[in-house]
C-alpha cells in the first residue's frame, strides 16, 4: 500500500528551469516517459511531433521530471510551486532568459506536460484558478513516479544543471526580476565565466551532510515551515534554500536595478542548513572546516575611508559580550536604514533582533509589523535591562567614523563589494595547483581539511586587494561531536569498530545511500 503523504501547500518552493539530465542513463530514463506521451498523442489522433518541437518538449520534460526528482530526493512533503498564467512565460516574466532574451519555458508545452503527467498519476496536481492568488499552483511527485525513479535508478545525482541557463540575474527595488541593464563598470561576461567554471567544479564534488537520520528529518522540520528560521528571506528576496542535494549551483543575484547593488551568490543546499549542522558538511569524503571574514561589513566600511574597524564592532562600549549577534543585526538595520530615519523618533518601530518572549502570542502571524516590533522591544529590555533604542544610540556613536554610510541603504553597495570578493576567492581557489573546492556563505566559505590554510591566505590575499587593508579571519574550531563513551586514551578494540560501523549504518542510511548514489556513477570520491 503506498504511503499517505500530508498535504500542505505551504510546505513548498519555486520550480527550476535551468536542470539537465547528469548522464546518458537518467535521459534514455526520461525517454521512456516522452514516449508515453508521444503515444498518448497519436491515440488522440494528434499530429505527430516535428523534430524540432519534439527536442522543445523534451528539453522540459527533462527540466520537468529532474525538479520533481529534487524535491522527491530532498523532502517528500514538498510541493513545487509553478506557474500557469501567460506572464510569467513572456519578455519579463520569471521564465524569460534576460540574458539571451529567449524564453526558458514555453507556457504551452510546460503545461501540457504537467497536465500529462498529472492525468497518468505521475503528478499529484493542485491547480490554481486564474487571477491573484496567495499560493500559486503546486505539484508533487506521486507515488506512482516515484516508483519510476527507483525502476530507473534516478536519485539526486541524476540531476545536473544546463551550462547554457543564465546564472546572472538583477531585481528591482520590489525585488521582481527584470531585464538586464547595460553593463557599466561591471564585466558581465567574466562574471558569468567565472560563475559558470565555479558551478561547473561543484557538479564535479561529491558534497554530503554526516548527520542521522533523525538530524536530518529535524533539518527538514526546521525548513519546512513550522519553525520561524524557515521561510527567511535576505533582502533582496532569496528565499532560504531547501535540503536538496542536487543543488549544487549558484547564480549572482544582484539588486536595485542596478549591477551595483547585492551580487552575492544563491542556490547551494548548504546556504540552507542551520549554522549548527555546517560542521557536518563533507566534500569528497573529507571532512570540512569554515572561515569567515570577522566584522566584515564594518571592515570593509572602514577600509574604504583607510581606517581599521573597532575591535568590538558590534558591542558598544558599557554593553555585555552576549549582546553582540543583536548588535551585528542592529548595525545592518542602521547601514540599511533610509536616510528619515536618522530622526530618533521613528526609532520606535525598529524591532530588536532574535528576541523574542518565551511564549509567542497565539495570533503572532497576524500581527502587524508594529506591534511585533513593540513586544520584541521588550523582550529586549527584560533581558538587558535597557531599552532597545539605547543599544541603537550607542551603535550610532561607536561608528561614528563611518556616519556616512549609516541611514543610507549602503547594504546594495557591501553587498556588491562583498559578492566580488567571494568570487575572486572561489576563483583563486580553482587556480591552484591542487584545486580546492569551496563553498560559499556570503562571507563565508566551507572547505574540506587539509585545505584551510590555502583558504586562510586566499581570503587575507583578496580582502586587502580589493579594500585596501588587512581583515582579520575567524576559524571554525567545531568539530564531530565525540560518540558517548569515547576515551581518547583509552583502547580501541576490533569490536568496538563493528559495532560503531553498524550503529553508523542503521542511523545515518540517507547518509550511507548518498555515498553509494555518486560512487555508483562517479566511482570513489577523490
Known sequence: MAEEIAVDLTNSRRNRVDLAPANAAARNSIAELMGEYEAERAAQGENRLREVDRHTYFRQLCILVLDLLSAWEG?????????????NFIKGGSYWDHETDTPLLSQHVYRTLVDFLAANGYVESHIETPGFKEFSSRMR????????????????????????????????????LIPLPEPVNFDFDGAAASLRRINENLQQSFINLNVTDAEHDEILARLSGDQTSAGEHSEIGEPRQPLEFANRTLKRVFANSSY?????????????????FRKFIEIDGFMTVEMD????????MYGLIGEPAPKNAYIPEGWPNEVREIGKKAFMQLINAKTVMQNEKRWRSSFAPNCFPDALPADWENLSKNA????????????????????LNDMVKLHGPISEYL???????????DSDIAERVLIRLLDNEVPVTALP?????????GAEWDLFHTMHEVFEEVVGVPCDIRIDEAVYHRPEGYEPDGLVFGEDIHDAAKRSLIEKSRYHRRESQWERMNGPAD
Open 441 to 449: 556563505i556570503h562571507d563565508s566559505f566551507i572547505v574540506r581539511r
Open 141 to 176: 511527485a506521486s507515488p506512482r513516479l516515484a516508483e519510476f525513479f527507483e525502476r530507473h535508478e534516478l536519485s539526486w545525482v541524476s540531476v545536473s544543471f544546463d551550462p547554457a541557463a543564465p546564472v546572472i540575474v538583477v531585481k528591482d527595488e520590489r525585488k521582481r
Open 75 to 87: 523532502d517528500r512533503t514538498k510541493f513545487i510551486g509553478y506557474s500557469r498564467g501567460k506572464q
Open 372 to 391: 511585533k516590533a513593540r513586544i520584541q522591544n521588550t523582550a529586549f529590555e527584560e533581558r538587558f535591562g535597557r531599552p532597545y533604542t539605547d543599544l
Open 407 to 417: 541611514f543610507s541603504q549602503a547594504w546594495g553597495r557591501m553587498q556588491r563589494l
Open 293 to 300: 571574514f570577522t566584522t566584515m561589513q564594518p571592515s570593509m
Open 260 to 276: 551595483e547593488n547585492g551580487g552575492r551568490f544563491y542556490g547551494g543546499w548548504w546556504q540552507g542548513l542551520p549554522s549548527e
